[in-house]
T-cell receptor, first 112, second 113 residues
Framework: NAGVTQTPKFRVLKTGQSMTLLCAQD?????MYWYRQDPGMGLRLIHY???????AKGEVPDGYNVSRLKKQNFLLGLESAAPSQTSVYFC???????????FGPGTRLLVL | GESVGLHLPTLSVQEGDNSIINCAYS??????FIWYKQESGKGPQFIID?????DKRQGQRVTVLLNKTVKHLSLQIAATQPGDSAVYFC????????????FGTGTSLTVIP
């Protein structure tokens, strides 16, 4: 099992550009999450999904969109990147909501 | 919003000593907590969890203690090893949502050989 994988590992964008971060899990988990991690702050939830075809907003959803067309994949989109979106993005999954979340290795995003 | 906070941002211990990392949480209704370890450049890794119907839970070299009276939990690492050097943070389930966690900022543990 690969667990949770994220693509790409690192990306540099210019302000206004768009991109999609891909998260994939092979554990047949129902729940998937996107977090951002910034220095001096705890992980903050951007969006999450409780199952294929469903998405919901987290704590900091503005400027991001998500899609869960397949159970194993959860996409995070930035339509018009801003420097404030410079961060490390982590995807996580869990079988049910209130239990251990398994995290991917992260995507480092730099917006210039 | 709900919060968890760690008491010390950094902690240094000698190899072989025991480490104690503390965490306080804001909502007494939180009933599930997880400790994660995050090594540099990697994603968080599950260490141990505890539910509110327990005061203590033990794993391999790790113990989590939960004090619901003062809304405090701690992670104890026995015989700390150089490989234990990492950032440790706690997470608690947000009772307002029931399916989301709020995360602490982390304590950076350095093990001195």
């Amino acid at each position: 099992n690969a667990g949770v994988t994220q693509t790409p590992k690192f990306r540099v964008l210019k302000t206004g550009q768009s991109m999609t971060l891909l998260c994939a899990q092979d554990m047949n988990h129902e729940y998937m999450y996107w977090y951002r991690q910034d220095p001096g702050m705890g992980l903050r939830l951007i969006h999450y999904s409780v199952g294929e075809g469903t998405t919901a907003k987290g704590e900091v959803p503005d400027g991001y969109n998500v899609s869960r067309l397949k159970k194993q994949n959860f996409l995070l989109g930035l339509e018009s990147a801003a420097p404030s979106q410079t961060s490390v993005y982590f995807c996580a999954s869990s079988y049910l909501g209130v239990e251990t979340q398994y995290f991917g290795p992260g995507t480092r995003l730099l917006v210039l | 919003g709900e919060s968890v906070g760690l008491h010390l941002p950094t902690l240094s211990v000698q190899e072989g000593d025991n480490s104690i990392i503390n965490c306080a949480y804001s909502n007494s209704a939180s009933d599930y907590f997880i400790w994660y370890k995050q090594e540099s450049g990697k994603g968080p890794q599950f260490i141990i969890d505890i539910r509110s119907n327990m005061d203590k839970r033990q794993g391999q070299r790790v113990t989590v203690l939960l004090n619901k009276t003062v809304k405090h939990l701690s992670l104890q690492i026995a015989a700390t090893q150089p490989g234990d050097s990492a950032v440790y943070f706690c997470a608690g389930v947000d009772p307002n949502t029931g399916n989301q966690f709020y995360f602490g900022t982390g304590t950076s543990l350095t093990v001195i050989p």
